[in-house]
């Protein structure tokens, strides 16, 4: 059973620029959940994904989106990149949406200089 | 206010000794989870509770739902428990919730 991957694992991107992160869910998992953590702070809920749609979103501009593929991979994409983006993005699979088990891709660290 | 606050924010300890981390939490909730993050950033979760007590191996987590608060305790700590400890909760069927944190570092 493959856990979370994420990819890349570091990117440095310019202000203005896009950037397009990968998550695969572990086996199984239909579900996916994006989260954005600052450097020293906990990490915050971006958005979900579930059965290709999104299906709950935090506090996070439309600039912020995502998509969910037939295999239930998923992508988190940020148009006009500002220097406060720089964070780690986080993933995470669970096996349906609302159910509390959940695991963790290792994250992407995205530098906006 | 932040819906979920950990104490301490940093804690430091010598090797052997019992380690609490608390998690108070304002908001209903349905599940809390006690999770684990090394420097790199990979975030491993350690227990999931919805009442009463959880444990394993030297990790025993508690949680009161009356008074919305968890601990989180570590028993006979070792330099290879330090990490970042965060505290999340589910509120609704989405939407996790974090603590900011508590960074452990365990001394030899």
């Known amino acids: 059973e493959t856990g979370v991957t994420q990819s890349p694992t570091h990117l440095i991107k310019t202000r203005g620029q896009q950037v397009t992160l990968r998550c695969s869910s572990q086996s199984g998992h239909n579900t996916v959940s994006w989260y954005q953590q600052a450097l020293g702070q906990g990490p915050q809920f971006i958005f979900q994904?579930?059965?290709?749609?999104?299906?709950g979103r935090g506090n996070f501009p439309p600039r912020f989106s995502g998509l969910q593929f037939p295999n239930y991979s998923s992508e988190l994409n940020v148009n006009a990149l500002e220097l406060d983006d720089s964070a780690l993005y986080l993933c995470a699979s669970s096996p349906a949406s609302g159910a509390n088990v959940l695991t963790f891709g290792a994250g992407s660290r995205l530098t906006v200089l | 206010k932040n819906e979920v606050e950990q104490s301490p924010q940093n804690l430091t300890a010598q090797e052997g000794e019992f380690i609490t981390i608390n998690c108070s939490y304002s908001v209903g909730i349905s599940a809390l989870h006690w999770l684990q993050q090394h420097p790199g950033g990979g975030i491993v979760s350690l227990f999931m509770?919805?009442?009463g007590k959880k444990k394993h191996g030297r990790l025993i987590a508690t949680i009161n739902i009356q008074e919305k608060h968890s601990s989180l305790h570590i028993t006979a700590s070792h330099p290879r428990d330090s990490a970042v400890y965060i505290c999340a909760v589910h509120q609704g069927a989405q939407k996790l919730v974090f603590g900011q944190g508590t960074r452990l570092t365990i001394n030899p």
């Open positions: 509770l919805s009442s």
């Open positions: 994904y579930y059965r290709e749609e999104e299906n």
